[in-house]
């Protein structure tokens, strides 16, 4: 059985900064690519960013410049460093890891989600 385990998130205003971790624990054998979704009320989730077991990233058009993802395959743990925040980025934050346990085939698991409120 995989954990993933969210912290970071909260209140900030305007401008202001936030870093988001998603750490995986278990009989991990490998951690594949690892991503981070939002869902706003009354709005379907989005994929806010990715990236790969080698390190190559992708954002969406609405963070590209402001949100970095990057990861500590030692950990295996994901982070999102948020700056520069707006109000339209108030979501709960998940976190989504392709993961290979020891004995099982490769599979998908979420965070349990981490509130991000940016409001003045």
């Known amino acids: 059985q995989v954990q993933l385990v969210e912290s970071g998130g909260g209140l900030v205003q305007p401008g202001g900064s936030l870093r988001l971790s998603c750490a995986a624990s278990g009989s991990i054998l490998m951690v594949n690519a690892m991503n981070w979704y939002r869902q706003a009320p009354g709005k379907e989730r989005e994929l806010v960013a990715g990236?790969?077991?080698?390190?190559?990233?992708n954002y969406a058009d609405s963070v590209k410049g402001r949100f970095t993802i990057s990861r500590d395959n030692a950990k295996n743990t994901v982070y999102l460093q948020m700056n520069s925040l707006k109000p339209e980025d108030t979501a709960v934050y998940y976190c989504?890891?392709?993961?290979?346990?020891?004995?099982?085939?490769?599979?998908?698991?979420w965070g349990q989600g981490t509130q991000v409120t940016v409001s003045s």
């Open positions: 989504l890891a392709n993961i290979r346990l020891w004995g099982r085939a490769p599979g998908d698991y």
């Open positions: 990236i790969t077991n080698v390190g190559s990233t």
